[in-house]
Structure formats: C-alpha cells, structure tokens
C-alpha cells in the first residue's frame, strides 16, 4: 500500500508540474484555458480536503505544517498516508 500511495503521488506531482508549466508558459490553442480551468479546481478541492480533515480531526490527530501542504499538494493520496501514520 505505502508503495501505491508513493506512486499516486508521483503522478500528482507529474500532474502539478504540467499545470505550473502552462501557468510559466502557456500551452498553444484552448489547452491553456483547460489547464487554468483545471489548476484551479484542483487547488480548490485540496484546499477543501485541507479545511475538511483539520476542522474534523484537528483536535484529535496533531499533524504539521508539512502535511497540511501534503494534503493541499497530493490530496487524498496525504490523506491516505497520514492515516497510515497516525490512525492505524
């Protein structure tokens, strides 16, 4: 499992960079807009991710600075892990 989970975050990292990309330099055509539509919505849903599990568990699980970035970079893939970590 810790193996997968390593892998989904690369592929979320993959996933940032070519969103970081077309933000640095913009890809030809419509792609562009897609990619801007897209990067922030997915920044949008972490951030939820990120709001839902400290007002949830905040109390409960002390997690650092580092893994709420985590959960807003790789989202449920963090989740996964700090779960792992401190839940299981």
Aim: aromatic share 14%.
């Amino acid at each position: 499992m810790k193996i997968l989970i390593g892998l989904a975050k690369l592929a979320i990292l993959f996933v940032w960079i070519v969103l970081i990309t077309n933000i640095v330099n913009p890809f030809p055509g419509v792609a562009a807009m897609a990619l801007y539509i897209l990067t922030g919505f997915l920044l949008f849903m972490h951030g939820i991710q990120v709001l839902i599990f400290v007002g949830a568990f905040g109390d409960k699980v002390a997690i650092s600075k580092w893994e709420k970035w985590s959960i807003l970079l790789f989202g449920i893939f963090a989740l996964l892990d700090i779960r792992r970590k401190h839940m299981m």
